[in-house]
């Protein structure tokens, strides 16, 4: 994302659960692509007892990139367009009946849930977050964490976050929300909640901006068998604002 001489660098880290392939990963993150300001970046953790976490997770992220205007009065709206958009969606990727199994019926049945964290920032230097769940967002300047929202303690999770339903008739949480001022060259992580919770029990957020895929998978795969990482999908997305070349 670029406008004049200054440029926000985006970078997404994922990995799915120990022993499951990338098909089965169940965040999303995505950044907008619009080439102007705002950009917005969101990342959301799919719900795993729910179906379709995966499809609902990544719509969640792209409407969040693609809305303009979002914020938690519009949230409303905004969340019932995704809602509509996904019901068709999977409308017309249904089985015939007989094809899936009773129990994975029901569960379709249920509709699918995610937790979201969405990003917006402004060409005038302001930043405004909001939150359903326990997603996290890491605000650092000189590569210290000036703030983290909305948990600021790793024994802050739990294992039942609030979550955003894939259907209309069930009542969504109202999203909690922050706000701030950027300087040049301040960074922003957003992480689901197992990276989050590791993060914040003396992880080092910077470290993410210049580990290649490869080293970040190895010390995910090390905090897991310590015991020190939850073995859970985990998803950071990097922004950091600086001046182009």
């Not at 994302?1 to 985006?10: L, P, R, T, Y």
């Not at 990727?93 to 979201?116: D, H, I, N, S, V």
């Not at 996290?136 to 303690?153: K, S, T």
């Not at 001022?181 to 029990?201: C, I």
């Amino acid at each position: 994302m670029k406008h004049g001489d200054i440029v926000a660098k985006e970078r997404i880290l994922w990995l799915p659960k120990g022993d499951h392939t990338a098909e089965e990963y169940e965040d999303a993150a995505f950044v907008s692509e619009t080439g102007t300001w705002p950009l917005r970046a969101a990342v959301a953790d799919g719900a795993t007892e729910s179906v379709f976490a995966r499809d609902w997770a990544n719509r969640l992220v792209r409407g969040v990139a693609q809305s303009e205007g979002l914020n938690a009065d519009s949230f409303p709206q905004q969340l019932r367009d995704w809602q509509n958009a996904f019901l068709q969606q999977h409308q017309q990727q249904q089985p015939r009946e007989g094809e899936r199994a009773w129990y994975a019926e029901r569960k379709a049945e249920e509709g699918a849930f995610a937790t979201l964290l969405g990003l917006t920032v402004h060409r005038d230097r302001s930043w405004q977050a909001f939150s359903v769940g326990d997603c996290c967002l890491f605000h650092l300047r000189d590569n210290d964490v000036i703030a983290a929202w909305p948990f600021d303690d790793a024994e802050a999770f739990d294992d039942r976050p609030a979550l955003v339903p894939s259907l209309s008739e069930r009542d969504a949480p109202s999203p909690k929300t922050h706000s701030g001022e950027w300087k040049l060259h301040d960074a922003f992580v957003l992480t689901t909640d197992a990276l989050a919770a590791w993060l914040l029990d003396g992880g080092t957020p910077a470290d993410l901006f210049s580990l290649p895929p490869d080293t970040f998978q190895e010390g995910v795969e090390a905090a897991r068998e310590e015991g020190a990482l939850r073995d859970d999908d985990t998803t950071a997305l990097t922004l950091r604002i600086k001046r182009s070349r």
